[in-house]
């Protein structure tokens, strides 16, 4: 069965710092996707970034950045010049054939001016 | 504005009650699922649909049901055999269940039953 796993419930990062999330996930498919959502206090899911297993590239979009390792089975999340907005909970999730989401446990992410 | 409606936001029922949660969608989407998020833990499927009359159980059915008479609507019912029914329930849709489709989250509703 897939699983996904985040190992760290809490991290802080000062204002303006980057800071990285880890994810691991095991999976016997070959094609798959990779995700991470953030969850605000007002608890609306939204997309941050996604991951095609079959693309090398790592995804990128304006602050976030990931580090796909498809071998190893980690899947990162790197959050640069950090905002007070970004303070929220990161699910990172697998989704297989199918279209389902497998979800981590969540990272709470709080930002420190 | 196209999206994902749940109502309502906050529900309190007692114990032994069946409770309906709403959720409507108006992107035409296909597909749509239900999760549950519990504390310390990540969602979790319920059920999911991929078209009008056909569901399928995810990974936590039990003490479940649903119906999907409509493209747009997919309602949840919470019955009183769902042992632990207190949770946040989110639904979600995608234009279909091929493995590129994003899946768009509605705003959920905090069930609390006592």
């Known amino acids: 069965a897939q699983t996904v796993t985040q190992s760290q419930p809490e991290m802080s990062v000062q204002e303006a710092e980057t800071v990285t999330l880890s994810c691991t996930y095991d999976?016997?498919?070959?094609?798959?996707?990779l995700f991470w959502y953030k969850q605000p206090p007002s608890r609306q899911m939204i997309l941050v970034i996604r991951q095609e297993a079959y693309k090398q590239q790592n995804a990128t979009e304006n602050r976030f950045s990931v580090n796909f390792q498809k071998a190893a089975k980690s899947f990162s999340l790197k959050i640069s010049d950090s905002q007070l907005g970004d303070a929220a909970m990161y699910f990172c999730?697998?989704?297989?054939?199918?279209?389902?989401?497998?979800f981590g446990a969540g990272t709470i992410l709080r930002v420190k001016s | 504005d196209g999206g994902i409606t749940q109502s309502p936001k906050y529900l309190f029922r007692k114990e032994g009650q069946n409770v309906t949660l709403s959720c409507e969608q108006n992107l035409n989407h296909d597909a749509m699922y239900w999760y549950r998020q519990d504390p310390g833990q990540g969602l979790r499927l319920i059920y999911y649909s991929q078209i009008v009359n056909d569901f399928q159980k995810g990974d936590i059915a039990e003490g479940y049901s649903v119906s999907r008479e409509k493209k747009e609507s997919f309602p949840l019912t919470v019955t009183s055999a769902q042992k632990n029914p207190t949770a946040f329930y989110l639904c979600a849709s995608s234009i279909g269940l091929a493995l590129s489709y994003e899946q768009y989250f509605g705003p959920g509703t905090r069930l609390t039953v006592t």
């Open positions: 999976t016997s498919e070959s094609d798959y996707y």
């Open positions: 999730a697998l989704m297989e054939y199918g279209n389902k989401l497998v």
